[in-house]
């Protein structure tokens, strides 16, 4: 058994090294540019939600206000006749450092269990085959698996979230990688 306390620079580097290839992902190829539908004639759209003066949260439409309602033929009408609309709104200026910040801070919360897994599994000086497959499989299910609740629940593009798995897998060799390099000897 390692302890993680001694994991401390494989969890710090897998974090930046998740932290950079994500980066590279989102920002430097077009790969995710599609995961996301314009909405045509966005400005009379937006105009119109503005005067709802929604706040930041999840919403869907049409949503019955109790049981009742949602048994009721003018609910059954309203959702039949659609759209069924499932949204986030965000605030304004969204400000892109607290997201940048609390990626870096899931990033080493990944890192750190899969430091604990690995290291409950395995000795110091262990195969690194061995600390790629426990460190990296950790780090996939935390990256990627829960992803795909979206898809079966929201209806999200099934081809946007195969994306974001790939991601994950990307993130988790990465993880897989530092771990194998800077286990302790």
């Known amino acids: 058994m390692v302890s993680i306390a001694s994991l401390w620079l494989p969890i710090l580097v897998a974090a930046i090294g998740v932290f950079i290839a994500s980066s590279i992902i989102h920002m430097a190829t077009p790969w995710h540019h599609s995961d996301f539908r314009t909405v045509p004639d ?43 609309v499932m ?15 609390l990626w870096f801070v899931f990033c080493l919360v990944v890192a750190t269990c899969a430091a604990y897994i690995a290291g409950a599994a395995l000795p110091a000086a262990a195969e690194a085959k061995k600390v790629f497959q426990f460190a990296g499989a950790t780090a996939f299910f935390g990256f990627a ?41």
């Open 87 to 101: 949204m986030a709104v965000l605030p304004g200026q969204v400000v892109i450092a607290k997201n940048l910040v």
């Open 42 to 84: 966005q400005g009379r759209v937006l105009d119109a939600l503005r005067t709802f003066n929604l706040q930041p949260g999840d919403y869907v439409v049409p949503r019955p206000a109790n049981q009742k309602e949602g048994a009721s033929p003018e609910f059954a009408e309203l959702a039949k006749r659609g759209p069924i």
């Open 145 to 185: 698996l829960a992803l795909w609740q979206q898809t079966i629940w929201y209806s999200r593009s099934v081809v946007t979230t195969l994306k974001s798995t790939i991601d994950g897998l990307v993130y988790a060799l990465v993880t897989a990688g530092v771990f194998a390099w800077l286990w302790p000897q």
